[in-house]
């Protein structure tokens, strides 16, 4: 995951600088998710931000995909309310740079599930998750988990997200090659996810796009049984509006045991950035708590 070479701008971790597009860029998103063949309800959630909202004019275009943990309890409610949470938080950040609210965003996120959970008296609850928010031409990511983001450019397809799993640290590690992950019996044995711990630390990186490539985000029900150079292949051979479909489907087919789910954004024009001027320095994570908690 996540090579060297070919046709992919190196992926850079920063703080985060203030940002905003100008003019209005053509994004086009499509999702599809299923509860697959062998689970009984679909604990997965997605959200995509209306490309014709102010706040997306305003804070560019926002994309999640949540997994919640099938082994926890309530896994459907934590993916859905950590989505929720996020996109609050994101958009209550007046002022804030992008990675920075990614950031919040996420830890916020983190503490409504977590704080959630003991309301309810559920036990623990988790779930993955995995966010970009396009601002110009640079592509911010946030995640934790093992949802996976992958970049699609000139025919090859690129995992940009580490998994956040005992297998995935073998493979940072070089203890284990990427082309074994898949069908490791500890795959899916999350070392890092929303909502079990009171803290968490998410990856929070940005690149650089360009107008053709497409992002995809997938719970680990698509991309547990589809290889990383397919998704581009996906890509060349079905219509945007055919392709989230249609990898579900061939997932299902190939033997998925999970709940499915991808998020297909086509990039077909980008706004230019410029540096914005923020008016707002105040803001602190409290006032998205407030917010949110009231």
């Known amino acids: 995951m996540g090579g060297k070479g070919g046709p992919f701008p190196p992926i850079v971790f920063v703080p985060g600088v203030p940002m905003a597009a100008v003019e209005v860029a053509d994004i086009v998103s499509y999702t599809f998710s299923h509860v697959g063949k062998v689970r009984e309800d679909n604990q997965d959630s997605v959200r995509l931000c209306d490309p014709a909202d102010a706040l997306t004019s305003a804070d560019g275009h926002l994309y999640g995909l949540a997994d919640g943990m099938g082994g926890y309890a309530h896994g459907g409610v934590a993916s859905s309310l950590a989505l929720e949470t996020f996109f609050e938080t994101f958009y209550a950040a007046n002022g804030v740079p992008p990675a920075q609210k990614l950031k919040v965003g996420v830890q916020n996120a983190n503490l409504s599930v977590y704080q959630t959970a003991h309301r309810l008296g559920a036990g623990r609850m ?126 299902m087919e190939r033997g998925s045991d999970d709940n499915l789910s991808m998020v297909a954004l086509y990039l077909r024009r980008l706004a230019p950035t410029v540096a914005k001027h923020e008016s707002d320095n105040r803001w602190l994570p409290l006032r998205a708590l407030r917010r949110i908690f009231g």
Request: glycine letters at 6%.
């Open 126 to 251: 988790g779930t993955t998750l995995t966010a970009v928010n396009i601002v110009g031409r640079t592509l911010f990511v946030a995640h934790v988990g093992d949802s996976r983001a992958y970049l699609v450019r000139d025919h090859v397809s690129k995992c940009l997200t580490n998994d956040h799993t005992r297998v995935g640290e073998l493979v940072r590690m070089k203890v284990l090659a990427p082309e074994k992950v898949r069908n490791h019996s500890q795959r899916s044995m999350l070392e890092k996810c929303l909502g079990v711990e009171l803290f968490v630390q998410p990856d929070i990186f940005k690149l650089q796009v360009q107008e053709g490539d497409v992002i995809i985000l997938c719970s680990d029900g698509v991309w547990g049984v589809i290889e990383d150079d397919e998704f581009a292949t996906f890509v060349e051979e079905r219509e945007p509006s055919d392709l989230c479909k249609d990898v579900v489907d061939f997932a």
